[in-house]
Nanobody, 119 residues
């Protein structure tokens, strides 16, 4: 199973970015998908996650600014980030709880995409 992220980049404070993460490979279904981030010198933190049924959870510091969504038919999760702040600068990685055709569940990570918020 591979998770490939895209959509990172450099944006000014107050700007927006949309991240995508597409899963491919031995996939029967995917349970929870999520976005995490890690800034230099800091621990990785969960930004948001979404269940296969569409239930979402957000970190307090992104509520109201970020929106997570998914397209189950495409095995893809998105993160719409609005009103970005310099403290949002980090490497963003996606995670997926994948059930393979063996019906066993494993967690997978993408390679990460850099988001830099700076004027």
């Amino acid at each position: 199973v591979q998770l490939v992220e895209s959509g990172g980049g450099l944006v000014q404070p107050g700007g927006s970015l949309r991240l995508s993460c597409a899963a491919s490979g031995n996939i029967f279904s995917i349970n929870t998908m999520g976005w995490y981030r890690q800034a230099p010198g800091k621990q990785r933190e969960k930004v948001a996650d979404i269940t296969s049924g569409g239930n979402t959870n957000y970190a307090d510091n992104v509520k109201g600014r970020f929106t997570i969504s998914r397209d189950n038919a495409k095995n893809t999760v998105y993160l719409q980030m609005n009103d970005l702040k310099p403290e949002d600068t980090a490497v963003y990685s996606c995670n997926a709880d994948v059930i393979g055709f063996s019906k066993r569940q494993y967690g997978y990570w993408g390679q990460g995409t850099q988001v830099t918020v700076s004027s």
